[in-house]
T-cell receptor, first 115, second 115 residues
Framework: DAGVTQSPTHLIKTRGQQVTLRCSPK?????VSWYQQALGQGPQFIFQ???????QRGNFPDRFSGHQFPNYSSELNVNALLLGDSALYLC??????????????FGAGTRLSVL | AQSVSQHNHHVILSEAASLELGCNYS??????LFWYVQYPGQHLQLLLK??????LVKGIKGFEAEFIKSKFSFNLRKPSVQWSDTAEYFC?????????????FGSGTRLSIRP
C-alpha cells in the first residue's frame, strides 16, 4: 500500500521562474492538502483540494495555485518565485474533506531552493 | 485567529529521563488535537490524536498526551526517553467546524537525546 509520494525530491530555481510540484495521495484517499515548511518552522497550510476543486486556502498569494486530477493526484504551482519561497513543500492526503476527524498522512516533501 | 504555541524550541535530555513538551492553542470552540513527529530525514508521522472522550490519549512508542480544556493545553509526555526519540515534534490543531479541516501547526520542538 503506497503512502504519499512527492516529486521531485529537490529542486533549484532562480527568482522569477515558475515551478510545479507533484503529489500522489495514499491509496484510497481523495483529498490532498499542501503545506509550506520554512526552515525552523512548523508547516503552514497553503490549500486543500477535494473533487478537483480548491476547498480551503491559507494565507498565501495568488502566485500559489494548484490542481487536482481525476485520479486524486495533485500539483502545486508557484509563479514568479521569490527568495522567500525557499522551503520544504509538504503534501498530505486524507479521506473525505469537510470533516475534522480525517487523519492526514504526509509525504517526504519537495525541498525547493530559490537562488 | 487560531494559533498553536510550543514554548520549548529545543529540549536536550539524557536517555531514561522523563519528557514533557508543552503545547497551548488559542481557540475556544471544539478542537481536534494532534502530535506529529519528524525523525531526521523522514516525513511527518502521526504520534497521537485527540478527538473526544478520555482526555489522556496514548500514542505510538510509549508517548501520551493530556488534553486540559481549561488550560487550552495538550502536552506530550513520555516517562523514559530513548536515543531514538531524537526528532522534531509538532503539536497541531483542527477547529471543530466541519469546513475547516486545515491543520494549524506549532513551530515545533527539537528534542535531542544524549546517549
Amino acid at each position: 500500500d503506497a503512502g504519499v509520494t512527492q516529486s521531485p525530491t529537490h529542486l533549484i530555481k532562480t527568482r522569477g521562474q515558475q515551478v510545479t510540484l507533484r503529489c500522489s495521495p495514499k491509496s484510497g484517499h481523495d483529498t490532498v492538502s499542501w503545506y509550506q515548511q520554512a526552515l525552523g518552522q512548523g508547516p503552514q497550510f497553503i490549500f486543500q483540494y477535494y473533487e478537483e476543486e480548491e476547498r480551503q486556502r491559507g494565507n498565501f498569494p495568488d502566485r500559489f495555485s494548484g490542481h487536482q486530477f481525476p485520479n486524486y493526484s495533485s500539483e502545486l504551482n508557484v509563479n514568479a518565485l521569490l527568495l522567500g519561497d525557499s522551503a520544504l513543500y509538504l503534501c498530505a492526503s486524507s479521506l473525505g474533506a469537510g470533516t475534522t476527524k480525517n487523519i492526514q498522512y504526509f509525504g517526504a516533501g519537495t525541498r525547493l531552493s530559490v537562488l | 485567529a487560531q494559533s498553536v504555541s510550543q514554548h520549548n524550541h529545543h529540549v536536550i535530555l539524557s536517555e531514561a529521563a522523563s519528557l514533557e513538551l508543552g503545547c497551548n492553542y488559542s481557540y475556544g470552540g471544539t478542537v481536534n488535537l494532534f502530535w506529529y513527529v519528524q525523525y531526521p530525514g523522514q516525513h511527518l508521522q502521526l504520534l497521537l490524536k485527540y478527538f473526544s472522550g478520555d482526555p489522556l490519549v496514548k500514542g505510538i512508542k510509549g508517548f501520551e498526551a493530556e488534553f486540559i480544556k481549561s488550560k487550552f493545553s495538550f502536552n506530550l509526555r513520555k516517562p523514559s526517553v530513548q536515543w531514538s526519540d531524537t526528532a522534531e515534534y509538532f503539536c497541531a490543531v483542527i477547529s471543530g467546524y466541519s469546513s475547516a479541516s486545515k491543520i494549524i501547526f506549532g513551530s515545533g520542538t527539537r528534542l535531542s537525546i544524549r546517549p
